[in-house]
């Protein structure tokens, strides 16, 4: 496609001869030096830039500024703001700027991370602390879960423990055995003797002293048969009564071992947790995380036993498997703290700037890894976008860039609406099947967005989406002017002066200050004002430092600021010079003196987007006799 061109067209005179009557508009001579504002260098009130002082705020904004100190100040839900204006004003880095003002005065938000949920892993727990306490809590347990690795191997490995679980289980054979011994009696009355096999306890008759097999029973009298039949019932009677015994022994033995596990486990971790604990008194899901983690790990002993194996196996000079490597590493992950947000670095509120606020960098995303062949995901894995990092402060967003992404406008939307961030999976959002995936808990939101984009983006979502209304109530309007006195001509100065120091430039002399302020006006089209591009302008004082850097001069004179502006236009005039060719070589057919009848001149003026040039066009008009 060709450059979009604008056509404005201006009338040089107009003259025409269509009837017996001539009028003639009367014109005046218009000087070239009232075409454009020149500034005299003595307005801007200094000798170089240098001596100015920085500027700060937002300039020549006062309604824009009003609506975001309005918008900053509501606490109402649906109260966000929109920064609206022309492209280039530098609408984000003023609102960035007095945000990050307005920040400081608010207090820091708390931290966030994800821990466990032991009842349900599918759905991690949100925890909060206190700015900076998160990255100390998640130290604190990984040195809590080290110490309990060495602890508690070492207490299930002590002579005390050994020797207590020795006494159990020798009280518990010696009553087994008495169980038995008693249950041998009763059979050996009857002709029968007590046999254990791999099934239980079981009973076979006996004859002259030794056990006989189903072939020889089958072989004996009727009668001998009927009285092992008779004894039969009174030594299964005494049978299950042994096998209740035997059962309920075992059980009582395991729960005495367990019982003495446990609390040998609690003896050896439970100094450790309470220390932990009297640290984190005022945080009452924190305290409720330890106690459930306490519980787990007694649920969980072999685990730590595991893993005092695999480290002594590490300690060792036989080099692991792959999966004696990395399985306890897995195993151990469910004490693990995932820190979402911290904010421990952080002096008031936070203000992020998102410029690729994709659904995942916006929202956040659960990730998954491959271990051992599969695919697997769990809270560790979670992680935060710039909404989580924002919380508690203020979230700048380009309206353009964030309707790029439908996800990311909806999940933006349904994030305000519900109080509250909910991270999903990507398949999740777009409603596709997979596999059974995380669903954590949704941490609450308190943050205020500013979404800076053009009028015609602004008016196109308030038309078309009924949301938008409700949740951005406030529109900060910024103008691309301001009114030409004498105190803005200096804030251009102050702003020449501010950009300097921040990029290590040369500073202005008046002269080329000057210049700027001419070139501010020619932006604006009104020599009344000044435009507030000031990227635009920025660049033009960049363009001049280069410039003056190859004249290796101290500062950037008025001649380099002159130079960038014929280079820029050098870059972009191929077209205003070949249609000026054509022109005069006459391809292009123009009167330039003199009248003719039915026949003016016009101007039209055809923009390249960054370059804007006259083109001269001959206007013509015929007439003739109507009919009846």
Not at 434 to 461: E, R
Not at 516 to 531: C, F, H, N
């Amino acid at each position: 496609m060709g450059p979009y061109i604008l056509r404005r067209v201006f009338f040089r005179y107009c003259s025409l001869s269509v009837s017996p009557w001539k009028h003639k508009l009367a014109i005046s001579e218009l000087p070239p030096e009232k075409l454009r504002f020149e500034c005299p260098p003595g307005k801007v009130e200094c000798k170089t830039s240098q001596e100015l002082s920085p500027l700060e705020g937002v300039v020549g904004q006062d309604r824009a500024l009003k609506a975001l100190v309005f918008g900053v100040e509501m606490k109402a839900k649906g109260f966000n703001i929109f920064a609206a204006g022309p492209p280039v004003t530098g609408k984000r880095p003023a609102t960035r700027s007095y945000l990050e003002k307005i920040a400081k005065t608010k207090p820091t938000p708390p931290d966030w991370c994800y821990v466990n949920n032991f009842q349900n892993p599918y759905e991690p727990k949100a925890l909060k602390l206190p700015a900076g306490k998160a990255k100390i809590f998640q130290k604190d347990l990984k040195n809590l879960i080290d110490q309990v690795k060495r602890a508690v191997p070492a207490a299930l490995q002590s002579e005390e423990f050994a020797a207590r679980t020795n006494s159990i289980t020798k009280r518990s054979v010696e009553e087994r055995d008495k169980i038995l011994n008693e249950l041998n009696d009763v059979a050996k009355e009857s002709s029968y003797a007590v046999r254990m096999n791999q099934l239980g306890i079981g009973i076979v008759p006996i004859r002259a002293g030794k056990a006989i097999s189903q072939e020889e029973y089958d072989t004996l009298p009727a009668s001998t048969k009927k009285k092992f039949e008779q004894s039969r019932e009174t030594v299964r009677t005494a049978l299950d009564k042994a096998g209740k015994q035997v059962n309920e022994l075992e059980a009582n033995t395991l729960d005495e071992l367990k019982k003495l596990r446990d609390d040998t486990v609690h003896y050896a971790m439970g100094g450790l947790i309470s220390a932990l604990t009297s640290r984190y008194q005022d945080q009452p899901e924190v305290i409720q995380y330890l106690n459930d983690m306490r519980d787990d790990i007694l649920e969980n002993t072999e685990l730590f036993v595991l893993g005092g194996a695999e480290q002594q196996k590490k300690d060792s000079d036989t080099p692991p498997s792959l999966i004696e490597r990395d399985l306890p590493d897995l195993l151990f992950r469910r004490y693990q703290v995932n820190l979402i947000v911290d904010n421990s670095d952080l002096k008031g509120a936070p203000v992020i700037a998102e410029d690729n606020p994709t659904v995942t960098n916006l929202l956040g995303r659960i990730e998954s890894e491959a271990k051992f062949g599969t695919l697997s995901t769990d809270f560790t894995l979670i992680k935060g976008g710039s909404i989580h990092k924002a919380n508690g402060g203020f979230l700048i967003l380009g309206a353009r860039e964030l309707l790029t992404s439908q996800l990311s406008y909806e999940g933006l939307k349904r994030a305000l609406q519900n109080g509250n961030i909910a991270i999903e999976e990507t398949g999740q959002r777009l409603g596709v099947a997979s596999t059974k995936s995380l669903t954590p808990q949704p941490i609450p939101l308190d943050v205020k967005i500013v979404l800076a984009g053009d009028n015609q983006i602004y008016q196109a979502l308030y038309v078309a989406d009924p949301d938008f209304g409700l949740l951005f109530k406030v529109k900060a309007q910024f103008d691309d002017t301001i009114e030409r006195n004498d105190e803005n001509m200096k804030t251009y100065g102050r702003f020449v002066h501010t950009l300097c120091e921040k990029e290590n430039l040369s500073h202005l002399e008046a002269a080329a200050i000057a210049k700027v302020v001419e070139y501010g006006s020619r932006l604006a089209e009104d020599q009344t004002k000044l435009s507030t591009k000031f990227p635009e302008i920025a660049d033009l004082v960049r363009e001049a430092n280069h410039y003056a850097s190859q004249d290796q001069s101290k500062y950037i004179k008025d001649t380099h600021i002159l130079k960038a502006l014929q280079e820029k236009i050098y870059r972009s005039n191929l077209l205003d010079e070949k249609t000026k060719e054509m022109i005069e070589r006459g391809i292009i057919l123009i009167d330039t003196s003199g009248t003719k009848t039915g026949q003016v001149n016009g101007l039209s003026v055809i923009s390249l987007g960054d370059f804007d040039f006259g083109q001269p066009s001959r206007i013509t008009v015929s007439v003739g006799l109507g009919r009846e």
